[in-house]
Nanobody, 127 residues
Framework: QVQLVESGGGLVQAGASLRLSCEVS????????VAWFRQAPGNDREFVAV??????????RYLDSLKGRFTISKDNAKNTVDLQISTLEPEDTAVYYC??????????????????WGQGTQVTVSS
């Protein structure tokens, strides 16, 4: 089993930056990718970014509309996958979820491909 715990959410003003963290623990050798998704009120959950985990080679991918403001990275010392968000907009208000995938192959943007999920962290951006 793999456990994912998100942190770093909160209430921020538009234009600010925020760094979310996903702590990954448990049988981490069984996963190959870690991704961030988000779900805004009344909307479906959408893909944000994904990066390879462990020794797996692969590309980092982002939702096209978020490129430039969102950066996904791994902190090996803390065993976390972080999501740096700059110039926050009210439209970024959502619950942000971390997910891990045991499958090989190209990084997936489809939530059903992910095997483990965190509980989410709320980000609220005021205008």
């Amino acid at each position: 089993q793999v456990q994912l715990v998100e942190s770093g959410g909160g209430l921020v003003q538009a234009g600010a930056s925020l760094r979310l963290s996903c702590e990954v623990s448990g049988s981490t050798v069984t996963i190959y990718r870690v991704a961030w998704f988000r779900q805004a009120p009344g909307n479906d959950r959408e893909f944000v970014a994904v990066m390879p985990w462990g020794r797996v080679e692969g590309n980092t991918r982002y939702l096209d509309s978020l490129k430039g403001r969102f950066t996904i990275s791994k902190d090996n010392a803390k065993n976390t996958v972080d999501l740096q968000i700059s110039t926050l907009e009210p439209e970024d208000t959502a619950v942000y979820y971390c997910a891990a995938d045991r499958g090989l192959g190209p990084p997936s943007t489809t939530q059903s491909d992910y095997d483990y999920w965190g509980q989410g962290t709320q980000v609220t951006v005021s205008s």
